[in-house]
């Protein structure tokens, strides 16, 4: 059967055909539609994990069982899950274990643009780079045989585009792979620096083995075209064929980690002028020149953003005439990211905007835009999970020189479960007086709306345990007086938690409860619930406005609201200081 999927979709169908039995992840973008599909096959069980680390250890443990197992992630959740990677290089795999990384060039919702391609060569294990939904299917099955047949975790590259673009996909049955039995071997499981040391000679050997095996495979082929080579891989193959098209040769390149070096020889010397077209960081280009190859690659290629067609026949052809593209006669307006009408954050970050000497030291997640003017409040991103730590840091600095500010570090339920718990119980150990506040909107919400331990769910549909976020952390040590559960729409609750952990000498919480207004149940409830406004009583102060809320606007010299877009929050009718703001009906 044939079917246009996306890369993400094709991974997940591929690893079905392939015999998965295991797979776990933490929701990410460009990743997260790859659990989301998997969840959809019955013969395999799926997890949302609390963290990239807890994933790839699940998977891992799996594995050793006997399943097929795969973990998922974007770029940066491989940071979070190196440590074991690198130790499971040295292990090895019993079942399968496919690795999953997708990297984001042009940072379009990340925080760097990191090429993850380079833990493989670090790792010293196996990778696969796929440039079309199709060879997402067909490579992701080649990565479980490939997997067992070296005894090796494979890291599995894709990129942003690969995993968002749609293209014809022939789809096959499930193979039905039984799971393996499960020797107990403390020799080739037990990373004791004694069994380490014997299994790195073992990784040796297996190493010369995937060379070998590089050299062979039809992952890696040479397409005969005109007398310029091109070595590429991914989905700056497909912009490079457009752009140069039958008038050059192309050695494709999927089977990345370890490259295949008398191919790569073999190919440079059958061509005249040699370019290497990858994205982000000059990896094959930096191999290729190590083997005393000449060859041009970032010498035109941008180190920026991700490569487009354009961008490539710029570099290569700049005097062209032809652009390659469509022109567009109108110019885009910007925009930028907002907080949603109605989101719950936006009352929190309106009253602790009020305070001019409070530092926010942010995170991951939907109130990253707490940065976006008018509401301005947000001094620090850095990593899932940082809020909290940076917040402890900086604190002790401010004290040690003898400065006044406070410091809010603001987090998200699923990001506080990620990676935020550790900070929190930093904070109360070293007794750091900052405020930890976790904006809990009932979901995973910047990606797309996945569960989490908080939400009472399983990625599977399955009812669970409720994670209570207060009891978690009056169990870390903060003290229950210094616990503030609240309602974001009730600015006057919110403004007195925000009044009290300022005055707070001791780690102090406020959690905000309440659901995001994506939520289609919570799209439902308030679908009749509007506000207007009263234009007899309205001023035009424009307070309303400080908020920043997308459904309000002032133009022509009135306040309106958008009814399409507000969902009765209320936080614009509480900032009003003439009471001109309403609910429809009352």
């Not at 039958?246 to 494709?252: E, Q, V």
């Not at 109108?330 to 001019?356: M, N, Q, S």
Request: glycine share 8%; hydrophobic share 40%.
């Amino acid at each position: 059967m044939k079917k246009i999927m996306t890369g993400n979709e094709a991974v997940a169908r591929g690893a079905w055909e392939g015999g998965l039995h295991f797979a776990a992840a933490y929701p990410g973008t460009p990743s997260t539609e790859i659990l989301e599909n998997l969840a959809l096959y019955g013969d395999i069980y799926s997890e949302w994990s609390t963290n990239e680390k807890v994933a790839l250890e699940a998977a891992a443990g799996a594995s050793i069982a006997g399943a097929r197992s795969l973990a998922a992630m974007k770029h940066v959740g491989l940071n979070v899950a190196a440590d074991p990677l690198f130790t499971l290089a040295y292990t090895g795999v019993n079942g399968a274990l496919v690795v999953v990384s997708a990297d984001d060039p042009g940072l379009f919702s990340s925080q760097n643009e990191q090429d993850n391609r380079f833990y493989a060569s670090h790792a010293k294990i196996a990778m696969l780079e796929p440039s079309n939904s199709q060879e997402c299917l067909d490579f992701i099955k080649e990565a479980f045989e490939i997997s067992e047949k070296f005894d090796t975790p494979v890291l599995f590259r894709l990129t942003t585009r690969i995993c968002h673009s749609k293209t014809l996909v022939e789809t096959g049955e499930r193979a039905e792979i039984p799971v393996r039995p499960y020797k107990k071997d403390m020799g080739k499981y037990v990373m004791a620096p004694a069994n380490a040391k014997k299994r790195k000679y073992l990784m040796e050997e297996r190493i010369a083995a995937l060379k070998n095996f590089s050299e062979n495979t039809p992952l890696n082929r040479v397409e005969r075209g005109g007398n310029v080579g091109v070595i590429t891989s991914g989905v700056a193959y497909n912009h490079a064929r457009e752009v140069f098209g039958d008038t050059a040769s192309y050695l494709k390149l999927g089977f990345t980690w370890p490259l295949p070096e008398k191919k790569i020889r073999d190919f440079a010397a059958s061509v005249g002028n040699l370019y290497v077209i990858e994205e982000n960081e000059p990896y094959i280009e930096d191999f290729v020149k190590s083997l005393g190859i000449a060859c041009v690659g970032r010498e035109k290629l941008p180190w920026v953003d991700e490569l487009t067609p354009e961008v490539i026949r710029r570099a290569f052809f700049p005097d062209s005439a032809e652009s390659g593209g469509y022109a567009i006669e109108a110019e885009i307006p910007p925009r930028p990211p907002v907080l949603c009408a109605g989101c719950t954050h936006r009352g929190f970050f309106y009253e602790v905007g009020k305070y001019k000497d409070i530092v926010v030291t942010g995170d991951i997640g939907c109130y990253t835009l707490g940065i976006v003017p008018p509401l301005s409040v947000t001094d620090s991103v850095i990593c899932m999970g940082a809020s909290i730590s940076a917040g402890v840091g900086f604190r002790k600095a401010v004290g040690r020189a003898g400065r006044k500010e406070k410091v809010f570090a603001v987090i998200g339920d699923s990001t506080f479960f990620h990676s935020g718990i550790t900070g929190l119980i930093d904070a109360v150990v070293n007794k750091a007086p900052i405020v930890i506040n976790i904006l809990d909107n009932r979901i995973t919400a910047m990606t797309g709306h996945q569960e989490n331990p908080g939400t009472g769910r399983t990625l599977m549909g399955e009812p669970t345990h409720q994670v209570d976020l207060r009891a978690l952390c009056a169990a870390c040590g903060v003290k229950e007086e210094n616990i503030r559960l609240i309602d974001p729409y009730d600015l006057t609750a919110t403004r007195e938690a925000v009044r009290a952990g300022y005055e707070a000498a001791e780690p102090f919480v406020i959690i905000t409860t309440s659901p995001c207004a994506l939520i289609k149940e919570v799209v439902k409830k308030r679908a009749a619930m509007k506000c207007r406004v009263d234009e007899e009583k309205c001023v035009k102060c424009r307070l309303c406005l400080k908020a920043g809320c997308p459904a309000l606007n002032f133009r022509g010299g009135r306040i309106y609201i958008d009814r399409d877009s507000c969902n009765g929050c209320t936080v614009c009718m509480q900032i009003c200081p003439k009471k001109a703001i309403s609910k429809e009906g009352e």
